[in-house]
């Protein structure tokens, strides 16, 4: 079955820069992208970007979302302690009609 | 404000069956999705399906056709995820949450654990 990529862990020094990403196919992020959330221990999922690449209200512009052709990418500027958490990208797929999320990316900010 | 409410932990036996509700308020229950999307363990979110209350439709991943059931009312704003047949594999933390191009809104999650 179809999903998306995401590599398990990423780790950078307070206040670089992180790039996670999401890799899928021409069915669900090459066709209308991915979402990001972001999950901390104990709490329910965070939306940080929408599909489109925008973000809710409220969500700080230290975190940017792109896309180039299957792969979709979260950008993290200037990492803060409270940025390390399980992020996890989701899409829909058009052939399979379900959503489906990646595996998630645990980053850790040293 | 946009709230999501959802139903206490449940404790049941391999076999059972558990209903989670999930409440909604502070926008038109009718014009969104609403999902339902499970994380065992120390483990990532699994996407389970959605409904549609102002088509009346509803969408279950694969895996669990045939096992759970998602129902809605309306008068309530109040969106059902039943899950039958439970394993020990169905033991996670059961959230609903809204879609409006993406999941925007959550709930805190309901703690289903299956044990004998």
């Known amino acids: 079955q179809a999903g998306l990529t995401q590599p398990p862990s990423v780790s950078k020094g307070l206040r670089q820069t992180a790039t996670l990403t999401c890799t899928g196919n021409s069915n669900n992020v090459g066709n209308q992208g991915a979402a990001w959330l972001q999950q901390h221990q104990g709490h329910p999922p965070k939306l940080l970007s929408y599909r489109n690449g925008n973000r809710p209200s409220g969500i700080s512009e230290r975190f940017s979302a792109s896309r180039s052709g299957d792969t979709a990418s979260l950008t993290i500027t200037a990492l803060q302690p409270e940025d390390e958490a399980d992020y996890y990208c989701?899409?829909?797929?058009?052939?399979?009609?379900?959503?489906?999320f990646g595996g998630g990316t645990k980053l850790t900010v040293l | 404000h946009v709230q999501l409410v959802q139903s206490g932990p449940e404790v049941k036996k391999p076999g059972a069956s558990v209903k989670v509700s999930c409440k909604t308020s502070?926008?038109?229950?009718?014009?969104?999705?609403i999902q339902w999307v499970r994380q065992a363990p120390g483990q990532g979110l699994e996407w389970m399906g959605l409904v549609y209350p102002g088509g009346g439709t509803t969408t279950y991943a694969q895996k669990f056709q045939g096992r759970v059931t998602m129902t809605w009312d309306t008068s309530t704003s109040t969106v059902y995820m039943e899950l039958s047949s439970l394993r020990s594999e169905d033991t996670a933390i059961y959230y609903c949450a809204r879609e409006d191009d993406a999941t925007d809104y959550w709930g805190q999650g309901t703690l289903v654990t299956v044990s004998s």
């Open positions: 989701s899409a829909w797929d058009s052939s399979l009609s379900t959503w489906l």
């Open positions: 502070g926008f038109t229950f009718t014009n969104y999705y």
